[in-house]
């Protein structure tokens, strides 16, 4: 009878299995992850969060694109374009403080926002855990290929 509490949700699993912040957590906790989080309908074009504004949640998009847009003096530079599946904000989640870039939605969007609080409430430690454990992994490897890019800057 549980199981079938969830079938209904069977619809979203191919996007649920992309969500690399989801990685090894079951498909349930996954769905009542996505039920505690806001979800957010942006349109085209519309300014998600601006570079300097103070960030306490992060964002995992649901569905379209979302443009990350470093300002600087020399005018827009795009740092990434983000589709289904994707995370960004994150940082936000662990030092509240100002956003180092602004996003923009290049479609129409849904984005699930999940704060600190929502985390911290998840349905059980070893979920909770997981899910920073893949933040985690995510930022490393987002650090690396930052890295990889100084280092080739650099010889160039």
């Known amino acids: 009878m549980a199981q079938d509490k969830y079938a209904k949700y069977e619809k979203f699993r191919p996007l649920v299995e992309s969500i690399e912040l989801f990685d090894d957590i079951e498909f349930k906790n996954c769905i009542k992850i996505m039920a505690m989080g806001l979800q957010s309908k942006i349109r085209i074009g519309d300014l998600i969060f601006q570079k300097g504004d103070l960030g306490r949640e992060m964002y995992v998009l649901l ?3 979302i443009e990350i ?3 600087g003096p020399d005018g827009d530079r795009t ?3 983000l589709g289904p599946g994707e995370t960004f904000g994150e940082m936000a989640l662990f030092e509240h ?3 180092s870039a602004k996003a923009v939605a290049m479609d129409e969007c849904v984005l699930l926002v999940l704060d600190e609080d929502k985390i911290q409430k998840l349905l059980s430690k070893s979920v909770a855990i997981r899910l920073l454990f ?3 992994k995510m930022l490393s490897r987002r650090l690396r290929d930052t890295n990889l890019l100084l ?3 650099k010889k160039h």
Request: glycine share 6%.
């Open 97 to 99: 403080k100002e956003r």
């Open 63 to 65: 569905k379209g694109r």
């Open 69 to 71: 847009i470093d300002e």
């Open 134 to 136: 893949n933040l985690s």
């Open 151 to 153: 280092a080739r800057a």
């Open 79 to 81: 740092l990434a374009v």
